[in-house]
């Protein structure tokens, strides 16, 4: 169990919700369930070597969350990575089939994406990907300790 170690503590305002990406990356509060931002939840993983948090502050039930990093290895070769290159062969696929978003490859008489076809490839495709894999991190509680 780790103790709050002198790093912030992060909190929202009232009128700050998670976004789009907090939706799909689908972290939640293990106490009441809450939704919680995924850039700052991000920022407490312990293995961040700078502008780490210690916990963020769930902003519905007040308890002191974090990411304790563990499995994190078997998680990106077993999850993350596999989905990575999943999602990015499945946009380089499907950007081939749009028009404007790919060119023949002269010297391999196949095609592939243009620099547009990439973007879309990557914000549509691995970026979410990626931050969906965030649901599988274990969420823990940090125990308070009076300081704030
Ligand atoms: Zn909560």
């Known amino acids: 169990m780790r103790t709050d170690d002198g790093q912030p503590i992060s909190r929202l305002t009232a009128s700050q919700k998670p976004l789009i990406l907090s939706k799909i990356a689908g972290v939640r509060c293990p106490n009441c369930s809450a939704l919680q931002p995924i850039y700052h939840m991000d920022r407490t993983n312990p293995h961040r070597g700078w502008n780490r948090f210690s ?3 769930c902003s519905s039930c007040k308890n002191w969350l974090y990411f304790d990093g563990k499995g994190r290895y078997r998680r990106f ?13 499945l946009g380089a696929e499907v950007v081939t ?10 010297s391999s008489g196949s095609e592939e994406g243009n620099f547009l076809g990439f973007l879309v490839t990557v914000f549509l495709f691995i970026i979410p990907t ?17 300081q704030i």
Do not use: W, Y
């Open 77 to 89: 070769f077993l999850i993350v990575a596999p989905l990575f290159f999943l999602s990015a062969g």
């Open 97 to 106: 089939h749009i028009d404007g978003l790919h060119h023949l490859h002269e």
């Open 55 to 57: 916990a963020h502050e």
């Open 130 to 146: 990626v931050f969906f894999t965030s649901r599988f991190e274990s969420v823990q509680t940090l125990e308070k300790n009076g």
